[in-house]
Every structure is written in structure tokens, then in C-alpha cells.
């Protein structure tokens, strides 16, 4: 790395000049170097910011803001949930034992929540160091929580500061939070919250009697994915789900999954509680897993609907689901057995046990219409 040298008087006069037309110059400076003449110096440390997500500027934005009581958001803040609040509901906060007690695809969806939290408290502690990783931990989950998208038409006189490259965004560029909206809980079957260049409206739909709770939809959510996100589960919900993955994919052999992978069928096979039970994806993979290949490419290819085939495959789906029915029933004593106090206390350990007996009993009803 070539010596930066003192440019000289004139350079320090052209700056100012240039200054004071309007040039904005932060943190470098002209100087000499020995081979190449004038050139750019960094006048200070400059830091790096990695990609910071929209999840991560927000919840930088609070937690700068939230320990002053005077900050405008403060009667908002007050009616957050609290720290412990989010210790007691949230499996990220939970127990190692209990996490690991977590249904698969919980446990999944943890494990992306905690990297993503990672990578943001990292972005954020290069720019701002003072924030701490407990006060970031909480805000980032009072924005995971609270936080809707907003996906805002293009409009030409837009705010200035909305990102203007549309195409270019993902819809986790298009977080929102919206005070007062999100005092809405969720139903399945909640009213449809919309978004338009004003912002965020709820209508009824349907008629409520004074007293009755207005729900939102958060979207079609799965237990698990309502347990790691939001921290609690919905009694009944119909986008419920029970994902085989963690099932079928160790079953496969290495010419398999290269099959699956080039006809687009590896992965995302789903049991669920209401008809069709097994999706036709797993329709596809267990084909090829018991029957001769070119019956898998007849099924694939759609040149056979497989209604022939359909006993074999329902009596290997059984029996793998006869096999996770006897686990669950381990993994349930597991949980109940879990000490309360140091390892969960009995609503973690409660809440845990009804999602069991959900996933149980959506293999149960698997088991029932394959076998009827
Ligand atoms: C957008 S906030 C809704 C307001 C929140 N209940 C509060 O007290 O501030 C989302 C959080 O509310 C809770 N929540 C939402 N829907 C729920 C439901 N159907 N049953 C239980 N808790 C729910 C969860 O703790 C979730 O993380």
C-alpha cells in the first residue's frame, strides 16, 4: 500500500472552494502518493456496512430510540409486549432441552430465525456498537412480530425515501410497522388486512357482536411457523400442515434425489389433515421409492393419473407414519417428563405438548383415510 502524502496548500484551498459549491466530501481527503500523483485518502476509519435487511434497520432504529423517554414512539413502547413476555412464549428464548424437543419443521424455522438474527445484530453492531445484543434481541422480535408487508404500489410521487427499484425487491424489503394495527391478533379465518398508498385498512368481514374479537390473517400459517414467529399456536387452524421431509429424504439414494432434483420433485412433501392428505409430491417420491422407475415417469409425466399404483403407495406412507406416530409418542413422555423450573416452565412445557398432540393426531387422521 503506497505512503498518502500532504498534498500541499492548494489542495486544501481547492477543497474548501470546492466546498463551498456544494460538494459533499465525508470521511476522505485528497492526497499524493509516490507513483500516481493526487489520488483519494480515507481521512478516517471507514466502516463497511455488510447488507443491512429492512429487519435489521428497523429494529436498529428502535433500540436507538428506546431508552429515551422522551422518544415520540414511547406511549407505543409501553404497550409492547415485555422481555420476560417474549422469554416465556418465544422457542427462541427457550430451554436447549426444549428446543430440541421442537417437532422438526419448528426446529427448521428456529434455526433460520436465529441465523437471520445473527447475521442482523452483526450488521448493526459494525454501524452502532453501543446497541446491545439483548435490547437488539428484543426489538428485532417486537418487529418479527408486529411487522406487516407493505407492498406499496408504484407511484411516481411516492415518498423520497420509499426504495424506488421495484423490481429489484423481495418481500423482505417490504416490512412496515404500523401502530395500532398491531394490536390485531390472528385467526385463520381473520379479516384481510389491505395496503394501498395511504397505508394499512381492516373491514369487517362479517358481522361482530359488541365484545367479540376482530382477528387479522397474518397469512396461512402453519402451527410451527406460528410457534417459532409469534410464539403460540392456534387450536384449530386450517393451513396446518405436517411437512415428511424429515421422513422420506434419508429413505432416497443418490441416483434418486439427482431424479427428483432434475423433475423438480426433491423436497416439500406434505401431510396434511385435510383432503388430499399426501400432496402430490409425495405422491411422486414414494413412487419412485416402491415401484419400477418407468411407473414413476408415467406418474410424473402425467401420462398415468397412478390410481393403480395408489395401494402401494398408501401402504408405504402408512408404515412411515406408523413408525413417527410410535416417536411421537417418545418424544411426548420426553416433554413431560422436562423438570419445571431450569428446563420449562409448565406453559413452555404446555404449549409443546398441544403441538405434539396436533402432530400426532395429523398422522392419526393420515393413517385413518390411507387405510380406508
Ligand atoms: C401483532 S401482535 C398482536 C398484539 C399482541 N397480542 C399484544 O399483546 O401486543 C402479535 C402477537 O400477539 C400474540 N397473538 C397473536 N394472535 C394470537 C392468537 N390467536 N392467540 C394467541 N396469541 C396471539 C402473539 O404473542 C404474537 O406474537
Redesign the pocket.
Known amino acids: 500500500m503506497a505512503a498518502a502524502m500532504d498534498p500541499g496548500e492548494e489542495h486544501a484551498h481547492f477543497v474548501e472552494w470546492a466546498q463551498s459549491n456544494g460538494v459533499d466530501i465525508n470521511g476522505i481527503a485528497p492526497a499524493k502518493f509516490k507513483d500516481s500523483g493526487m489520488g483519494i485518502v480515507a481521512a478516517t476509519d471507514i466502516k463497511f456496512p455488510t447488507k443491512t435487511s429492512i429487519h435489521a434497520r428497523l429494529a436498529a432504529y428502535l433500540a436507538l430510540r428506546f431508552p429515551d423517554d422522551d422518544c415520540q414512539h414511547r406511549p407505543w413502547q409501553d404497550?409492547?409486549?415485555s422481555r420476560d413476555e417474549f422469554k416465556e412464549?418465544l422457542p427462541l428464548h427457550w430451554s436447549k432441552q426444549l428446543q430440541d424437543l421442537l417437532p422438526h419443521a419448528a426446529a427448521v424455522l428456529l434455526t433460520a430465525q436465529r441465523s437471520n438474527l445473527d447475521r442482523d445484530y452483526l450488521s448493526i453492531h459494525a454501524i452502532h456498537p453501543s446497541i446491545s445484543r439483548d435490547l437488539f434481541t428484543y426489538v428485532w422480535l417486537i418487529v418479527n412480530?408486529?411487522t406487516f408487508y407493505w407492498e406499496y404500489p408504484d407511484l411516481p410521487n411516492a415518498h423520497p425515501r420509499l426504495p424506488k427499484k421495484r423490481p429489484q425487491l423481495t418481500a423482505d424489503d417490504c416490512y412496515a410497522m404500523c401502530p395500532f394495527m398491531?394490536?390485531?391478533?390472528?385467526?385463520d379465518k381473520g379479516c384481510d388486512p389491505k395496503a394501498d398508498a395511504k397505508g394499512y385498512s381492516v373491514t369487517a368481514d362479517r358481522a361482530y357482536r359488541a365484545g367479540e374479537e376482530v382477528?387479522v390473517s397474518y397469512g396461512s400459517h402453519t402451527n410451527d411457523f406460528l410457534l417459532v414467529e409469534?410464539?403460540?399456536i392456534?387450536d384449530t387452524n386450517g393451513c396446518d400442515s405436517l411437512p415428511l421431509d424429515h421422513l422420506i429424504l434419508s429413505q432416497l439414494s443418490s441416483e434418486q434425489v439427482q431424479v427428483l432434483k432434475e423433475d423438480g420433485f426433491y423436497g416439500s412433501y406434505t401431510l396434511s389433515p385435510t383432503t388430499p392428505t399426501i400432496c402430490h409430491r409425495t405422491q411422486a417420491v414414494v413412487r419412485l421409492l416402491t415401484l419400477p422407475s418407468r411407473r414413476y415417469t408415467a406418474f410424473v409425466s402425467g401420462t398415468d393419473e397412478g390410481t393403480g399404483d395408489q395401494g402401494r403407495v398408501n401402504e408405504y406412507v402408512i408404515r412411515l407414519l406408523v413408525k413417527y406416530e410410535r416417536q411421537i409418542m417418545e418424544i411426548m413422555e420426553e416433554v413431560e417428563g422436562l423438570k419445571t423450573g431450569g428446563d420449562a416452565t409448565t406453559a413452555q412445557r404446555s404449549t409443546l405438548l398441544r403441538r405434539w398432540k396436533q402432530v400426532r393426531a395429523i398422522v392419526k387422521t393420515g393413517i385413518d383415510v390411507l387405510t380406508n
Do not use: A, C, E, K
Not at 398491531?182 to 385467526?187: A, L, P, Q, W
Open positions: 404497550i409492547w409486549p412464549i412480530t408486529r398491531d394490536y390485531f391478533n390472528h385467526s382477528y409469534y410464539g403460540f392456534l
